[in-house]
Every structure is written in C-alpha cells, then in structure tokens.
T-cell receptor, first 117, second 116 residues
C-alpha cells in the first residue's frame, strides 16, 4: 500500500488478556520498527527487524512482549497477560534497507492505541 | 549514553512570529539528526534530516533546522508560524550502534501552540 498500515486502531482489553497488534509496512521496505508512545512521554524503542537478520529486541520491556515478522513483510506485536502499564500507543514504522536512497527516513503508521482496564 | 533532550515541554508563539523548538543531543561521532511532527490522532511525519553537508537544513512546510556541532544542537525553526503548525514535535538521533539501520532515539517531544 501507499503507507504503513496498523490494526486495530483502538483496542480495549482487560488486564491479563493477550493482545496482538499488526503492522503492514510499505512494500519494498526491508526494515521495520516498533515504538511505544505513552501519555506524556516520548517514543520508546521496542524492536526492529532488518531484512532476514535476527531482530534487535533490546527495547522489549519484559518477556510478555514478543514480535515476529513473517515473510519479510507483515509484523505482529504480541503482549501476553497485559498489565495497566502497557496502555500506550504502539507505533510501527518502516524504511528502505541499508545503503538505499532514502534509507534514513522512517515512515510511521497511525498507531494502535491500547487501553488495559 | 546516547540521548536527545528537548528542554521545553511546550512552546507558545503568536501566528506570524518566528518559532524555535530546541533540541540537543549526546552521541559519539557524527550524528544523523531528524525532526518529526505528530498531528492529533496521527502518526509521526518526517520533517527534515541532517546527515552531512550544510549545517542549515530545509524541510517540509517551511521548516528548517540548524546543526551546531560545537553546541551539540539541532534546533527547529520557522520564520513565520501558522496556526496549523500547532502539533507535537520530536527530535531524534540515529543510534550509532544500529549497524547502519535507523534505530532512532527520540526526545520527549515539544508541544507547539500557535495562537491567532
């Protein structure tokens, strides 16, 4: 598609439930990133995927968080046993690969707003 | 540690006046610097970047930013503010250890309010 697509746009869940957030990057973008934006705070890096290499998971806040990217395209961020502090907007971004023209610019999706009651 | 600081939570400016949104960074080596803007209920949009070359970088919507290595700053500027510029602005620097990919370290954001 023309942009980065994220779904759902809004998710309300109960504490302890699992949630899945989906990101569909721009076609041809080999790098994909997940960030979290909490109320009143900046963007917190979570994870990024770079082509077929092992992902950089250094920003995942706990082992309840995981992400995968299937076929080098769509990515799913899974949060198990959600807690109230997981409430935030989860942003996905994609970019061209290393060395490509425009590789330095991330294109963000509109985000998935998660509310844990 | 690598970091970005945006010292102002909010900047207020009258329409037609010049605006400045401040950003300082802390990284080793030559930084890759970015500004993004977030309008209400929307994702971040790229404004401009500094990679190398001229210290004054021009971007979208009439914005520009000046890279100052000695002051480790990358302030965002616009000569004449519009009400429609009201939004949340983020400064970011590329993680120098991300192997050439754009793992960005963001500042906390500055809310710009332009009053008619």
């Amino acid at each position: 598609g023309a942009g980065v697509s994220q779904s759902p746009s809004n998710k309300v869940t109960e504490k302890g439930k699992d949630v899945e957030l989906r990101c569909d990057p721009i076609s041809g973008h080999t790098a994909l990133y997940w960030y979290r934006q909490s109320l009143g705070q900046g963007l917190e890096f979570l994870i990024y995927f770079q082509g077929n290499s092992a992902p950089d998971k250094s920003g995942l806040p706990s082992d309840r968080f995981s992400a995968e990217r299937t076929g080098g395209s769509v990515s799913t961020l899974t949060i198990q046993r959600t807690q109230q502090e997981d409430s935030a907007v989860y942003l996905c971004a994609s970019s061209l690969g290393k060395g490509a023209s425009g590789a330095n610019v991330l294109t963000f999706g509109a985000g998935s707003r998660l509310t844990v009651l | 540690a690598q970091s970005v600081a945006q010292p102002e939570d909010q900047v207020n400016v009258a329409e037609g006046n010049p605006l400045t949104v401040k950003c300082t960074y802390s990284v080793s080596g030559n930084p890759y610097l970015f500004w993004y803007v977030q309008y209400p209920n929307r994702g971040l949009q790229f404004l401009l970047k500094y990679i190398t070359g001229d210290n004054l970088v021009k971007g979208s919507y009439g914005f520009e930013a000046e890279f100052n290595k000695s002051q480790t700053s990358f302030h965002l500027k616009k000569p004449s503010a519009l009400v429609s510029d009201s939004a949340l602005y983020f400064c970011a620097v590329r993680d120098m250890f991300s192997g050439g990919y754009n793992k960005l370290i963001f500042g906390a954001g500055t809310r710009l309010a332009v009053h008619p």
